[in-house]
């Protein structure tokens, strides 16, 4: 299959009344800037009948005079801090055909043949790019990139409905939430540092360990799994027994807690190491009081649930669900205000400090980090076709350990994930995917 580019150009916002200034600036808030600084790509396929071109064109020049940060760049304010410029200077909107049919293309593999239907994630001035691949079946396919900086995966995916709206000449409802980032996480006065931010969201530079950060990326292999509704069920009855509160555990901390095992055991770690996983916690439900769902920017830390590695593999699962479960019910409205109040104290500027999310390592061993899509809305993009995307996947990331977790496009509760690992290690996770303890 051949993918060949037919024209690239700036899309910019079109206002109804008169366009504002573009000398604006938004500054960064203490969670954008701990966030991941790099363009993130997520894929979408849509059956015939689509819309044209020149409407999902129109739909974002509309969208984005309500996100004006997307059409944006990166800059610095008169005293240097690291800014979102509302210049208004526009994303980028590529058109590209593919010399075969969506039917004959499929099933996508999360390859890095998937980099040909999304414009380039590097050395990109564009806040958000577009590229829209007509197939000669009349099927499109939709890469979108995107700047974690400017916003997390909840906005994002909020952006992607909002665009499908005004594709289809709808009102934009909600609205983005636009605020000051920098005074809307106001620290406390006097600051309570009442949990460790160090080596938890911020490290010095000095422990960067550049011994692991450039294997050959023909060794990773990003392997997709299925997990159905009814295995699901299963596996979360299983990690759910013995459970400390006599409450089930969530599907999600069963399934990372059963992929953590599978991982480690697949990878074949010392039994005396340490390993963690990384999980997303978002603030807007954590905070009191809470944030507003359009809240539009970063609002996310960490949790850590971390073990040993034969204590991992010889526990049952539901050790490590209670474990997930645990540290995640810690990243609360207490620790989200230490961390404002920790970034705010000036410690990040005085002892060089810098974000532990790092998109510049491949290779995690023996950690973790699972980014989970699962309550994000990206299945609800319409662009006026008549039916919701065909398929839905993360782009070609092949970092070591980086999992990312989707709702199947089935549409039947079960769960996909897409789970990078040595080439060696494909077989021996394979094996054990689907057996229970």
């Not at 590209?96 to 998937?114: G, N, R």
């Not at 439900?285 to 920017?297: A, H, I, K, Q």
Request: with cysteine.
């Amino acid at each position: 299959m051949n993918v060949r580019v037919e024209s690239s150009r700036l899309v910019k916002a079109s206002y109804p009344g008169h366009p504002p200034r573009t000398t604006l600036y938004v500054p960064l808030s203490v969670f954008d800037k701990v966030t991941y600084n790099t363009h993130i790509a997520v894929i979408y396929a849509f059956r015939p009948p689509t819309p044209s071109n020149s409407t999902v064109e129109k739909g974002l020049s509309r969208v984005l005079s309500e996100y004006r940060e997307w059409a944006g760049r990166l800059g610095k304010d008169p005293e240097g801090n690291p800014v979102i410029l509302l210049n208004d200077e526009g994303v980028r909107f590529v058109e590209a055909s593919a010399d075969t049919t969506l039917d004959k293309a499929m099933p996508f593999k999360p390859t890095a043949a998937l980099l040909s239907f999304h414009p380039s994630l590097h050395g990109v001035a564009e806040l958000v790019q577009v590229q829209l691949t007509r197939f000669t079946c009349g099927s499109l396919m939709v890469g979108f990139t995107t700047h974690h900086l400017v916003a997390d995966g909840h906005a994002t995916s909020n952006f992607l409905v909002a665009w499908g709206l005004a594709s289809r000449g709808l009102a934009i409802d909600p609205l983005p939430l636009h605020v000051d980032r920098a005074s809307f996480f106001v620290p406390r006065s006097p600051p309570r540092l009442e949990f460790k931010h160090r080596g938890v969201e911020f490290m010095t530079k000095n422990k960067f360990d550049k011994g692991k950060d450039n294997p050959l990326k023909d060794d990773i292999v990003v392997h997709r799994v299925h997990f159905t509704k009814e295995f699901l069920h299963k596996l979360k009855a299983q990690a759910s027994l013995g459970s400390k509160s006599n409450k089930p555990y969530t599907t999600f901390e069963s399934l990372v807690a059963h992929l953590w095992r599978l991982v480690t055991k697949a990878r074949g770690l010392d039994g005396c190491e340490t390993t963690h996983v990384r999980i997303s916690v978002n603030g807007r439900t954590r905070l009191s009081p809470r944030v507003p769902n359009d809240y539009f920017g970063n609002l996310v830390l960490w949790a850590f649930p971390r073990a040993k590695v034969a204590e991992l593999i010889v526990r049952p699962l539901q050790f490590a669900a209670e474990l997930i479960h645990d540290e995640v019910a810690k990243v609360n409205d207490g620790y989200f205000r230490s961390f404002i109040d920790f970034a705010n104290s000036g410690v990040v500027e005085s002892e060089n400090l810098v974000p532990t999310a790092d998109m510049g390592k491949s290779v995690l061993c023996p950690n973790l980090e699972v980014d989970s899509w699962l309550r994000f809305p990206f299945y609800d993009l319409d662009f006026g076709g008549g039916s919701p995307p065909y398929y839905f996947m993360p782009g070609y990331f092949p970092v070591e350990g980086m999992l990312f977790i989707l709702e199947s496009p089935i549409g039947d509760g079960s769960i996909d994930a897409f789970v990078p690992l040595f080439r060696r290690n494909v077989d021996a996770f394979k094996n054990d995917c689907y057996a229970l303890d």
